[in-house]
């Protein structure tokens, strides 16, 4: 493996993190149907990244390897209602590594990244979704120090 950049997205990199996102999302398909996309999903996809280059409140991150883009990562500053003591915590909405770049350690360097990004807006918890049948990334998850403090449950009717 060559070295690995991690930097700011920019707007060049859309179809590339889309890309990602199409091929995240199918992974995840493989492992639940629930994950199905749509077939436009990843052009929306592009739409919701690139809105969220230009927030203050987001940073958009991409894993680079010889001038490809091999992975990405979308952070954001969230906040819970008054009623809580602690309303400030950052999120990680995605966070996507192409098949043949899993478990090199590129996620944990975007991760890494975006948890500076958090710090240096004193953020002090992060939380993230993760998909109880993706057995990859929640593996992942429990390396990098999280662990479930809630539960979502579906049911279709």
Not at 5 to 28: P, Y
Not at 49 to 76: F, N, P, Q, W
Not at 77 to 92: H, S
Request: hydrophobic content about 40%.
């Amino acid at each position: 493996m060559n070295k690995v950049t991690i930097r700011k997205a920019s707007v060049d990199d859309l179809n590339a993190i889309g890309n990602l996102w199409q091929e995240f999302m199918d992974f995840h398909k493989s492992r639940d149907p629930r994950f199905t996309r749509s077939a436009d999903g990843h052009e929306r996809f592009k739409e919701f990244i690139s809105g969220h280059m230009t927030l203050d409140t987001s940073r958009v991150l991409v894993a680079e390897e010889d001038g490809k883009v091999v992975g990405y990562c979308l952070a954001k500053l969230a906040k819970y209602p008054p009623v809580f003591e602690k309303q400030d915590y950052g999120t990680v909405f995605d966070l996507a590594v192409t098949e043949r770049c899993r478990r090199s350690g590129i996620g944990a360097k975007l991760y890494h990244v975006a948890q500076v990004w958090f710090a240096e807006h004193e953020i002090h918890r992060i939380e993230l979704r993760v998909a109880v049948s993706n057995e990859t990334s929640t593996a992942f998850w429990k390396k990098m120090g999280f662990s479930p403090y809630a539960t979502t449950v579906s049911k279709n009717i």
